[in-house]
């Protein structure tokens, strides 16, 4: 496949998907574009300079004028660009409610028929499901402000642009832009701090996916547009919907850290689902890293980041 002609626009893509989707567009000829104000810094984007096809604008989504130039001549928009987590957007509610929603209403009136929009949705639109796996024709039911919002703006764009929806599970694994809050990392530093783990709500089930499969999965998208136009895909894989105490095990064995479940606290995180991925599935799409071999790579990593970079979406030191 010849992409060498078509621009793609990645927002948000100095972020922990981002960092990793996009050096997959350049290998794939692609002509990149992110946009990001760097809330987070942007020295994670300086390797990707090297590339001709590599081209970067600071700048906030929610800039209806900016994004106007900046959407204009592209193919394909990939719209990650969020307050990420149901933690950071309690925090920053104003803002999460214009950068997750307002950016996507921006985006609906300024995307044209010819262009196509890969938008990062969430799993977590499903909340609490019990008794039953989730499909993309379950009744949706997002339970914090972080969901709610990843509803409201995939409805935003699935009726006003020819969009792909994926909504992913949990995303796990090492990343340029790593991030430390996320549930197999903070188990993980648990186990190398103390030794021990302690879990509340263990049973809990919840749906993952490695990040950099999450960037293969819109790399797919991309191309797979138009067989995958106007639809919604769930983004993960079977085999890594995990309880909270199968995860804890699996980092327990390599780490020799012991798994204590507590009942002394309730998770403000009250997701509990299980996802089918058959759909993504029968289009072509497969993961290629396991829950296992993320944890292997988060024990190499983790004791050098924690030295130098919290790493962290609400800026709190963890280490």
């Not at 948000?12 to 997959?24: E, F, I, R, S, W």
């Not at 719209?79 to 999460?96: E, K, Q, R, T, Y």
Request: proline share 5%; hydrophobic share 40%.
């Amino acid at each position: 496949m010849d992409n060498t002609h078509m621009k793609v626009l990645v927002t948000g893509g100095a972020g922990y998907v981002g960092t990793t989707l996009v050096p997959q567009l350049l290998e794939k000829g692609y002509e990149v574009t992110v946009l990001d104000r760097l809330m987070w810094g942007g020295a994670v984007l300086i390797p990707f300079f090297k590339h001709p096809n590599f081209h970067f604008i600071k700048g906030d989504v929610r800039n209806e004028e900016l994004m106007k130039k900046v959407v204009a001549d592209k193919d394909v928009i990939i719209h990650l660009a969020a307050i990420v987590g149901f933690p950071a957007c309690d925090a920053n509610p104003i803002m999460a409610d214009t950068t997750n929603v307002e950016s996507c209403r921006i985006l609906s009136k300024l995307v044209s028929k010819g262009q196509h929009v890969i938008f990062a949705s969430s799993g977590s639109n499903y909340g609490r499901v019990v008794g039953q796996v989730c499909t993309e024709e379950t009744p949706v039911n997002p339970i914090s402000r972080y969901s709610r919002n990843k509803l409201e703006g995939e409805k935003i764009l699935m009726e006003g642009t020819t969009c792909t929806a994926l909504r992913p599970g949990t995303a796990f694994g090492v990343s340029p832009r790593l991030r430390l809050d996320l549930l197999p990392h903070e188990l993980t530093l648990q186990a190398l701090k103390t030794k021990s783990i302690v879990l509340y709500e263990a049973w809990a089930i919840r749906p993952f996916i490695h990040v950099h499969d999450f960037g293969r999965a819109f790399v797919f998208a991309v191309e797979h547009k138009d067989a995958m136009k106007n639809q919604i895909y769930n983004l993960g894989a079977d085999p890594l919907n995990y309880t909270k105490r199968q995860i804890a095990d699996l980092v327990a064995t390599h780490t020799g850290a012991t798994v204590e479940e507590s009942n002394a606290w309730q998770d403000p995180d009250q997701r509990h689902y299980q996802v089918s991925y058959k759909k993504l599935h029968d289009v072509g799409y497969r993961h290629t890293i396991s829950m296992e071999d993320g944890i292997k790579e988060l024990l190499r990593v983790l004791p050098v980041a924690t030295l130098f970079n919290p790493y962290s979406n609400q800026n709190e030191m963890l280490g």
